[in-house]
């Protein structure tokens, strides 16, 4: 027996590769139609691992752990880069490469990707639409709804505020976070304050900002990336395409932290 045939015969095991491997199943015998499913699911990994870091994220700041909080930022930093970059990939199918084997996706479409409103929640969305799309009951559905019935990213920053000893006010500690969370002076001014007079608190600002920013960037790709391949069309999964995402482009989720640059 090849004493390295064990090593990676473990190899493939642990990382379920048997299964990985076998999970493109293209409905076309056109050659860019893996290429297309190849990039998605990596996108889905790459949302799999962003969601366990957010909830980290958030268990690291409602201990006011300050060190736990930068490092898991920076992670989930790094992943929104890499999320980013197979669109590189993608932008290389022309438009007629994917008229070839559209019509095979049925209704399939990037827009229902549960674990992307997952994360849209978790960051503070709270949008009753984004679950019309799917069945009652169902555990896509459930996720994101459990997702809008926690406190957000931004509720947990807060919290972690006040174990700072920063004055966030009670009403916003306590709030209904089934709510979306509105702009406040009140806390723009006390996040101005903390820009001055802690520097640790801050990089965890300026940390959520660029995880935001990250977030408008990833945006910006795909709606580019469709409106290149597609052009003006719908999108296979009934939305308006495009167009609909182009409404989506400079939505905050820390709308605050935003504001309060400004006041600096």
């Known amino acids: ?99 070839g084997f559209r019509a095979k996706l049925g209704n399939g479409s990037g827009f229902q990707s549960a674990q992307f409103r997952e994360i849209e929640a978790v960051l503070g969305r709270r949008d009753t639409r984004t679950i019309d799309q799917y069945p009652a009951g169902c555990a896509e559905r459930n996720r994101i709804e459990a997702a809008m019935m926690r406190p957000s990213v931004f509720d947990s920053f807060l919290g972690y505020l006040a174990k700072r000893g920063f004055p966030v006010p009670a009403g916003y500690l306590h709030r209904d976070v089934t709510e979306q969370h509105e702009p406040s002076r009140q806390l ?22 660029e995880l935001d920013q990250a977030m408008q960037e990833w945006r910006f790709r795909h709606v580019s990336m469709v409106a290149r391949i597609i052009g003006g069309k719908p999108g296979t999964g009934g939305s308006t395409g495009a167009s609909y995402l182009r409404t989506t482009l400079f939505r905050q989720s820390f709308p605050d932290l935003w504001a309060a640059r400004s006041l600096i």
């Open 1 to 99: 027996m090849n004493p390295d045939s064990a090593d990676t015969s473990e190899y493939a095991s642990y990382l379920a590769l048997e299964e990985i491997l076998a999970a493109q199943r293209p409905r076309s015998e056109e050659h860019d139609e893996v290429l297309f499913i190849v990039v998605h699911q990596v996108h889905e990994l790459w949302f799999k691992q962003l969601l366990h870091e957010l909830a980290d994220l958030q268990r690291q700041l409602e201990r006011g752990a300050t060190a736990g909080s930068l490092q898991t930022l920076r992670r989930s930093l790094r992943i929104l880069k890499v999320v980013v970059s197979p669109i590189d990939v993608l932008d290389t199918l022309t438009p007629r490469q994917f008229a």
């Open 188 to 209: 723009q001014l006390m996040l101005l304050d903390v820009y001055q007079v802690d520097d640790e608190v801050a990089q965890i600002c300026d940390l959520l900002v």
